[in-house]
């Protein structure tokens, strides 16, 4: 149980367009899925908090018009990285709190790379 | 603030040999540690957690980790090193109580010989 799927893994667009990446929890409810990037041999860095049903709390340095983020369902979350460039360029990855679980105890999913040419 | 140190950014050992990853932390008040693995291209697994009990926890895989809280510290170990252990381990922390997000060490490579 407690599987988390990102789609696409692999995503190649042009600069200047939109690119959405899906997070879903296949077997559970999330109220909290979060949305990390990783930089190639870094750590993960927290992007935004989603919550089901309000606006997504970013983190200090994010910019909220340039990744958009949904979270309309309790299995659902959306990232969409707008006008892409070629430094949005990196490896993102959601994670999500199962509804009804330990506060700390998340569930990731398998990433979604995006190169922006 | 909370925060975790990976001071090791590659550690090597051989098949066969035990390892260490090394991982410290700093959190107000208990805290709620967690140690992930990460392969080339794909998400975090979960490895193990510490929340309350025996300072010794064991997952996934073989794996244990010791708390110490004097040290606060939370290495994780193995008996047995594997070759398919080789891989990207974090460490995170958060505060037991309240909200708050994970907060992920740097992130130390693990590198198996055969």
């Known amino acids: 149980g407690a599987v988390v799927s990102q789609h696409p893994s692999w995503v190649i667009c042009k600069s200047g367009t939109s690119v959405k990446i899906e997070c879903r929890s296949l077997d559970f409810q999330a109220t909290t899925m979060f949305w990390y990037r990783q930089f190639p041999k870094q750590s993960l860095m927290l992007m935004a908090t989603s919550n089901e049903g309000s606006k997504a709390t970013y983190e200090q340095g994010v910019e909220k018009d340039k990744f958009l983020i949904n979270h309309a369902s309790l299995t659902l979350s959306t990232l969409t990285v707008t006008s892409a460039h070629p430094e949005d360029s990196s490896f993102y990855i959601c994670s999500a709190r199962p509804k009804n679980r330990g506060p700390g105890e998340l569930f990731f999913g398998e990433g979604s790379r995006l190169t922006v040419l | 603030a909370q925060s975790v140190a990976q001071p090791e950014d590659q550690v090597n050992v051989a098949e066969g040999n035990p390892l260490t990853v090394k991982c410290t932390y700093s959190?107000?008040?208990?805290?709620?540690l967690f140690w992930y693995v990460q392969y080339p291209n794909r998400g975090l697994q979960f490895l193990l957690k510490y929340i309350t009990g025996d300072n010794l926890v064991k997952g996934s895989y073989g794996f244990e980790a010791e708390f110490n809280k004097s040290q606060t510290s939370f290495h994780l170990k193995k008996p047995s090193a594997l070759v398919s252990d080789s891989a990207l381990y974090f460490c995170a922390v958060r505060p037991y109580s309240g909200y708050s997000t994970l907060t992920f060490g740097k992130g130390t490579m693990l590198l198996v010989s055969p």
């Open positions: 959190v107000s008040g208990n805290p709620y």
